[in-house]
């Protein structure tokens, strides 16, 4: 029906991926996705170019465009959500001067401690609620001013990912309160920049662009972005939100004490707390929800599906080359033979952190380990060693959630790995959770088209149409007993990363000093690009 579409895309680490809802049904009638390359140019650093976002974004709103029933003029409204913990330096052009630093870069640990030392962490977590860390806007931007000072100068403004592509949708500069959340000067308890904090720090608040909630119009399609698009121009753009919040919402997590899970290339553990309720726990962070005066009380883990994507371009090329002639998807064909192996791995174990390790340990230094090889492991040992390394990383942060007075019986998942059997199962034993999975594709677009529709003024709450939106399909329980094995290794597995923390340490410093980048270029078991 003409006036009942709205378009949402998100904008992943990897991969961006839209919908078209038609609100007068309640169904998706067109998706589409597209990757972008993700670059690691030294050990550490982690870039993507902003235009390779905008190119991914114009693509799947093109398909989802031809794909439509009706006309572009059906639609009613565009949202974007994006990845967070991201440095997008624009000129006054809104022309990128650089890449953009991604969440995963660990590079600015010196200006973290410069931090501590201008303003003090617990001032930081008066403001902002988090705690510092590389993860962070500033600690990035505060690295251009020291590293790349002629980059630093001509910042007209930082925006996050969905920040830039709204901008190229309309022309104008907004940051949603989600993004915002991930700015030190954002007062997490107020929605609002304080700047005192921002001139503590030696940045010109200037840089920072207006806030509005996530169903705000805050500009309309211009006629060059709709050449670009196929959506016709004046159509209505809203602020938007965070990746993770958009998901939360596009799986039905809408209300207090909700919580939700999300795996991908890194994962987000996210629990719904009100504003007013927050707890005093820096561990795990606290960013807005797209729904307004919510948060998600959240835990970003960096490798999830990238543990398993490690092992497949280095390690799985029978299996790549097989999965191709049977036209089957590669991960099915990789954790089907982890399913013969013993739960618990005969004792191996994996600590998933493969660049730096975030919720909740915070350590820029950690690495990948494999611990407890002996002569029968296997490929198969490895790969379900990867899994549970995954789910223990997650049974951390659910026990410091619930320290933090957060109480949620249940997980609600969405993202690729969720779609496996076995890795759902794994992850209910490990955390003793029910897993809720809803019949919902893609969470995080769904969740943009209803932010969309509601600013288009075609769903009176976010809340409303959700129940109908995103219904139960499948229950996971887990299983008590595995559970209690699981609480054994996962004691052991805690250790193990105590242990190593100090040689952790001096292993990064060894890197820094001595790693040739360029084997993070190569791929394949035989080591070829």
């Avoid at 939700?260 to 553990?269: A, W």
């Avoid at 606290?286 to 960096?302: E, I, Q, S």
């Avoid at 887990?478 to 052991?492: N, Q, S, T």
Wanted: with cysteine; aromatic share 8%; hydrophobic share 40%.
């Amino acid at each position: 029906m003409s006036g009942h579409l709205s378009l949402g895309i998100d904008i992943g680490t990897t991969n961006v991926k839209a919908c078209i809802l038609d609100t007068s049904t309640g169904k998706v009638v067109a998706s589409a996705a597209a990757e972008h390359p993700l670059h690691h140019p030294h050990p550490g650093w982690a870039e993507q170019e902003p235009d390779d976002y905008w190119r991914a974004v114009t693509y799947c709103i093109a398909r989802c465009v031809e794909q439509c029933p009706g006309p572009a003029s059906a639609i009613a409204g565009v949202s974007v959500s994006g990845l967070v913990g991201v440095t997008l330096p624009v000129d006054r052009d809104g022309r990128p001067l650089r890449r953009a630093m991604i969440w995963m870069d660990s590079r600015a640990q010196r200006e973290c401690e410069e931090i501590r030392e201008l303003v003090g962490e617990e001032r930081i977590k008066a403001v902002n609620g988090n705690r510092v860390a590389s993860w962070f806007i500033e600690p990035k931007a505060m690295w251009l001013r020291r590293h790349e000072p002629e980059v630093f100068d001509s910042i007209h403004k930082l925006l996050s990912p969905a920040g830039y592509c709204t901008m190229r949708l309309t022309g104008e500069y907004a940051m949603n309160h989600g993004d915002a959340g991930l700015f030190y000067p954002y007062e997490h308890r107020h929605s609002r920049w304080d700047h005192s904090l921002t001139e503590a720090l030696g940045l010109p608040p200037g840089i920072y662009p207006d806030i509005h909630t996530s169903d705000t119009v805050i500009g309309t399609v211009t006629s060059h972005a709709a050449r670009e698009t196929g959506l016709r121009e004046g159509t209505a753009v809203v602020a938007g939100g965070t990746d993770i919040g958009a998901a939360a919402l596009g799986a039905g997590a809408v209300e207090a004490g909700q919580a939700y899970y999300s795996m991908g290339t890194g994962s987000n553990l996210g629990v719904l707390v009100p504003r007013e309720e927050l707890p005093e726990e820096y561990r795990i962070l606290k960013w807005p929800h797209v729904l307004d005066g919510m948060t998600l009380f959240d835990a970003p883990m960096a490798f999830t599906g990238a543990s398993l994507k490690w092992f497949r371009d280095k390690f799985a090329d029978p299996e790549s080359a097989l999965a191709a002639r049977m036209g089957r998807n590669v991960f099915d064909l990789v954790t089907a033979q982890a399913e013969q192996i013993t739960a618990g791995a005969d004792g191996l174990l994996y600590l998933p952190y493969l660049g730096n390790s975030l919720s909740p340990r915070w350590d820029e230094n950690a690495c990948g380990v494999f611990f407890g090889m002996q002569p029968f492991t296997s490929r198969a040992h490895v790969i379900r060693a990867l899994i549970e390394g995954v789910a223990y990383d997650l049974y951390s942060n659910v026990r410091i959630a619930e320290d933090g007075g957060a109480v949620f019986p249940e997980l609600v998942l969405n993202g690729g790995p969720t779609k496996s059997p076995l890795w759902n199962q794994i992850t209910a034993n490990v955390t003793n959770r029910r897993l809720l999975i809803p019949d919902v594709d893609e969470a995080a677009p769904l969740g943009d088209a209803v932010v969309a529709a509601t600013g288009a003024g075609l769903y009176a709450g976010m809340r409303e149409p959700m129940k109908d939106l995103a219904p139960i399909r499948h229950v996971v329980e887990p299983d008590p007993e595995l559970h209690e094995m699981y609480v054994d290794f996962f004691g052991l597995w805690s250790q193990l990363y105590e242990d190593l923390k100090p040689s952790m340490k001096r292993h990064h410093a060894l890197v820094q000093r001595y790693s040739d980048p360029a084997p993070s270029a190569m791929s394949g078991a035989g080591g070829s690009s």
